[in-house]
C-alpha cells in the first residue's frame, strides 16, 4: 500500500511509530495472502492502510492551505504519481513478463487486461465487474488483483482534494468541513451494509470505492478536526499509551477472528475496525514517549513500514508465480521463500527506485524532475507493450498450457448436428461459474429458434451439499446460500422448455451433508450425488423438462488436492456413470460433453487453433460459441420432446 509523503510545500513530523503501523497492516496481508486460515481477518490490514492515508493526506492538505493559503493542485498529483508510479511500473513490468512466461493460454488476455487497468488505477472496477471471483475458486488469481486497493487509493488522490476546496469554499471551519465529510463517510458505509442486508455480491462490496470510500474518510475526518494539533509531543501519559495499544490490539483481534464472509464486516464491523486503527494511528502521531511508540518505532517494524508500499506490491505475485507446480518446493519452505524474496525485491525497489525520487535526490545524476518523467515516459509504455505480448503469445514452458503430451491428444473439431425445432423454444442454463463462462460468450447472439437464459453462481452449487478440501467440510458463502434458496423463482419467471444442468466438479470431492462425509468412490458417495440430483429436479418443477450436461474432463495446472481430483479422469468417468445411470432411471437426456470434449477419455487444450479452456476449466470467448453451436440442436430436440413434438 502507498505511503504518502510531503509535497513540496508541506511537510509533516515523522514518527517512526506510523511506519510500525504500516508493518502491521502488511503483515496481515502477507500472511493471510500465504494462509488464509493462519490469519482469516489478515484482508485487514488494507483498512489501516486506507485509514492511515486518509488522514496523512488531509493533514498535507491543511497544511499546505494554512501556509500557503490555497492547494496547489498540480504539486499534489505530481507528487502522488512521483511518490508512487516509478515502483509500481517497476513491478507490472515484472508480472508482464512473469505472465508471458506461466501464465496459462486462455487466460492471457484477461491477465493483459489486468495489468493495463492496474496501471491506469482503475483495476477494482474491472475486477468487479468481471471475472476474477470466480478465477479464485482453483487456484487462478490475477498476479495483479491485489492492485484493486491502489486504484481506490489513487481515485481517493484524484478527488478529494477537489472536493476539499470545493467544501472549504461553502464551509469555513474545520470542525463543519469535518462534518460534511462524516456525512459522505456514513453514506459508504451505509452503502455498504444495505448491499449486504440486499443481497448484493461481496465482490462488489468489497472492490467498490464508493463501498470502501469511508474508510479513508474516517481519516479524513480526523485529519480535520485535530489538525497539526495531531502531531504536537506531549508529555508521557499511561492512558494514552493504553488507549493506543487497545486501539491496535483491537485491529489484530479483528484480523484473527474475522472473515470476508463474516456478516457483521460488512454491517458496520469495518466501520468499528477502522475507528480502532485511527486511535491507533493518533497515538502513533502524535511522537510521545511510551511503550507504543517505542515497540512499533524500533528498528524492525520501522524497516518493514519503510518498505511497506513496494513490498505489497511485490508479495502476490511472488505468491502466484511461485508455486509447487513451478517450483521444487511446497508448504513451509515455499512460503519461507516467498517472503524473502519479496522483502528483498521490496528493499531493493524501495532503495534505487523509490527512496531517491522519495528523498529528491538525483539518480546516476540529472534532476529529480527529469528522472521521474523518463521512468513514466519509457516505463508505462514498456508496461502496455508487455500487456499486449502477453495477449498475443503462449506460454514460454509448454507445461503451463496442457498436461503431458498424449498419443491421443489433437484438437476438437466439433462439427453440429443441424436441427430445426418446431416453433421458437427457450433455454436456461443452470450450475457454477462453467456454464456461465459458456452464457457470457453467447448471451449477446441472437438465435432464430431459442431463447437463451441462465441462473449461475461462481463457486456454488444449486443443492444443499458441501465438498470437502483438504479434510475440511466446506461453508457456503451468504450470496451461495441465498441463490440456493432463489434460483427456483428464476425457473419459475422463465418457465424454460429445458433447464440444462451442468454437472459440477464437486461430485470429484469427499461430500458432506448433514455433518456426514461420504469418501469418493463409496455406494454412499453416489448415494449423496443421486440426492442432489433429485434436488435439482424437484426444485426445477416450473420448467418444461430438465437435462444434464455431463463432467467434460479439465486439466487444472496446479498442484493441490483439489486440482488433482478436478484433473482426474478416473474420478470424472465414476461421477459420469452415477449420473447417466439416475438420468436412465429418471428419464432425463443428457449431452455427453465429456465423450466430445474428452474423446478417448483425453484431455483436449485446443478446439481448432484456440484454446478450449481459460484456465482448463472454463470456455473462452472463441470456444464457447463453437460449443453451444454443438449443444444448441441437442437443446432444441429436447425441447421439442418436451413439447411431445417427435424429433
Not at 490469519?39 to 488522514?55: A, I, Q, T
Not at 507490472?92 to 487466460?107: D, K, Q, Y
Not at 511503550?291 to 508500499?309: H, N
Amino acid at each position: 500500500m502507498s505511503t504518502p509523503s510531503p509535497s513540496p510545500r508541506a511537510r509533516l513530523p515523522y514518527r517512526p511509530a506510523l511506519d510500525g503501523l504500516r508493518a502491521v497492516a502488511i503483515l496481515g496481508v502477507l500472511v493471510f495472502h500465504l494462509d488464509e486460515n493462519l490469519l482469516p481477518g489478515g484482508w485487514l490490514g488494507v483498512d489501516l492502510f486506507f485509514v492511515l492515508s486518509g488522514f496523512l493526506i488531509t493533514q498535507l492538505l491543511i497544511t499546505e492551505q494554512d501556509r500557503w493559503g490555497r492547494i496547489s493542485l498540480v504539486r499534489f498529483w505530481g507528487a502522488r504519481m512521483r511518490r508512487l508510479l516509478p515502483s509500481l511500473l517497476t513491478v507490472l513490468l515484472a508480472v508482464a513478463v512473469a505472465s508471458w512466461i506461466w501464465t496459462v493460454p486462455g487466460r492471457r488476455s484477461a491477465v493483459a487486461w489486468d495489468i493495463v487497468s492496474s496501471l491506469f488505477y482503475v483495476s477494482n472496477w474491472r475486477f468487479m465487474l468481471g471475472d476474477e471471483q470466480y478465477f479464485e475458486e482453483l487456484a487462478l488469481p490475477s498476479p495483479v488483483r491485489h492492485t484493486w486497493s491502489l486504484s481506490i487509493e489513487e481515485q481517493f488522490y484524484l478527488v478529494f482534494p477537489l472536493l476539499l476546496i470545493a467544501v472549504a469554499v461553502v464551509v469555513r471551519t474545520r470542525r463543519r468541513q469535518a462534518a460534511v465529510f462524516a456525512l459522505l463517510a456514513v453514506a459508504s458505509a451505509g452503502t455498504m451494509a444495505s448491499g449486504y442486508v440486499n443481497g448484493a455480491e461481496i465482490t462488489d462490496l468489497y472492490y467498490s470505492t464508493f463501498t470502501r470510500g469511508f474508510e479513508l474518510l474516517i481519516g479524513v475526518c480526523a485529519a480535520l478536526l485535530l489538525g497539526r494539533s495531531a502531531f504536537a509531543e506531549r508529555p508521557a501519559s499511561h492512558a494514552r499509551d493504553a488507549l493506543a495499544w487497545a486501539g491496535l490490539l483491537s485491529v489484530v483481534a479483528a484480523m484473527a477472528l474475522l472473515s470476508s464472509d463474516s456478516g457483521v464486516v460488512f454491517t458496520g464491523g469495518l466501520v468499528v475496525v477502522c475507528v480502532s486503527a485511527l486511535v491507533a494511528i493518533l497515538g502513533a502521531a502524535g511522537g510521545r514517549p511510551g511503550t507504543f511508540t517505542k515497540v512499533l518505532g524500533s528498528p524492525v517494524p520501522r524497516f518493514l513500514g519503510l518498505i511497506s508500499y513496494p513490498l505489497y506490491l511485490w508479495h502476490w505475485p511472488i505468491i502466484v508465480f511461485l508455486r509447487p507446480d513451478t517450483t521444487p518446493l511446497d508448504g513451509l519452505a515455499l512460503d519461507l521463500v516467498r517472503v524473502g524474496l519479496s522483502v528483498l525485491l521490496a528493499w531493493l525497489t524501495y532503495r534505487y527506485v523509490e527512496a531517491p525520487i522519495r528523498g529528491r535526490r538525483p539518480i546516476f545524476g540529472g534532476s529529480l524532475r527529469g528522472v521521474s518523467r523518463a521512468v513514466t515516459v519509457v516505463a508505462a509504455p514498456l508496461v502496455v507493450a508487455g500487456a499486449v505480448v502477453v495477449a498475443h503469445s503462449q506460454p514460454l514452458h509448454d507445461d503451463v498450457a496442457a498436461p503431458p503430451a498424449s498419443s491421443n491428444q489433437r484438437p476438437l473439431d466439433l462439427t453440429p448436428t443441424p436441427y430445426t425445432a418446431e416453433a421458437r423454444r427457450s433455454a436456461m442454463l443452470l450450475g457454477n461459474s462453467i456454464p456461465f463462462s459458456l452464457y457470457r460468450n453467447v448471451a449477446t447472439r441472437e438465435f432464430r429458434q431459442l431463447s437463451l437464459s441462465e441462473s449461475t453462481h461462481f463457486g456454488c452449487d444449486p443443492f444443499e451439499l458441501q465438498k470437502v478440501v483438504d479434510g475440511e467440510p466446506t461453508e457456503p458463502t451468504r450470496s451461495c446460500t441465498d441463490w440456493r434458496r432463489t434460483w427456483p423463482d428464476a425457473v419459475e419467471a422463465n418457465r424454460p422448455d429445458v433447464l440444462l444442468f451442468f454437472i459440477p466438479q464437486t461430485f470429484v470431492s469427499d461430500l458432506v451433508r448433514d455433518d456426514e462425509v461420504a469418501t469418493f468412490g463409496t455406494s454412499r458417495h453416489d448415494e449423496f450425488i443421486r440426492g442432489a440430483l433429485d434436488e435439482v429436479a424437484a426444485k426445477s418443477r416450473d420448467a418444461r423438462s430438465i437435462a444434464v450436461s455431463t463432467l467434460a474432463c479439465h486439466h487444472i495446472p496446479y498442484d493441490n488436492p483439489e486440482a488433482q481430483q478436478v484433473s482426474d479422469v478416473r474420478r470424472v468417468r465414476a461421477v459420469n456413470a452415477v449420473v447417466a445411470d439416475w438420468a436412465a432411471e429418471k428419464d432425463v437426456p443428457i449431452i455427453d460433453s465429456f465423450a466430445t470434449l474428452c474423446p478417448g477419455g483425453t484431455y483436449q487444450p485446443l478446439l481448432g487453433d484456440d484454446p478450449l479452456y481459460e484456465d482448463g476449466l472454463h470456455f473462452t470467448s472463441e470456444s464457447a460459441p463453437l460449443v453451444w453451436a454443438w449443444m444448441m440442436p441437442q437443446v432444441l430436440r429436447f425441447a421439442d420432446a418436451a413439447h411431445g413434438e417427435a424429433p
